[in-house]
Nanobody, 126 residues
Framework: VQLQASGGGLVQAGGSLRLSCAAS????????MGWFRQAPGKEREFVGA?????????YYSDSVKGRFTISRDNAKNTLDLQMNSLKPEDTAVYYC???????????????????WGQGTLVTVSS
């Protein structure tokens, strides 16, 4: 599975941005797709995830819940992250990722994910 993230950029605080992730290859093997982010000097953290092969349940970190929305288009093999009410602390490189083989079932852990995109930078100015 190959993942290609896009849509990052510079936005003012309070603004919106939409990230997309295009999946290719053995996409039928994907169970979960998610977004992680890594701010300068910090560890990579979970943003949100969606059950890809099932009912489409979504999960979010507390820091983005109510502001960010994950959606999928299985026919196009794309994953989107709509980010609203952006804050300077949302500044980070955002990565999309996919679970190809369930390990512990903890989809909030980056260790659960087998495939990663290259990352796209989101900068929120104050």
């Amino acid at each position: 599975v190959q993942l290609q993230a896009s849509g990052g950029g510079l936005v003012q605080a309070g603004g919106s941005l939409r990230l997309s992730c295009a999946a290719s290859g053995r996409t039928f093997s994907i169970y979960v797709m998610g977004w992680f982010r890594q701010a300068p000097g910090k560890e990579r953290e979970f943003v949100g995830a969606i059950i890809w092969s099932g009912g489409g349940n979504t999960y979010y970190s507390d820091s983005v819940k109510g502001r960010f929305t994950i959606s999928r288009d299985n026919a196009k093999n794309t994953l989107d992250l709509q980010m609203n009410s952006l804050k300077p602390e949302d500044t980070a490189v955002y990565y999309c990722a996919a679970v190809g083989r369930i390990k512990t079932g903890n989809i909030r852990s980056q260790n659960e994910y087998d495939y990663w995109g290259q990352g796209t930078l989101v900068t929120v100015s104050s």
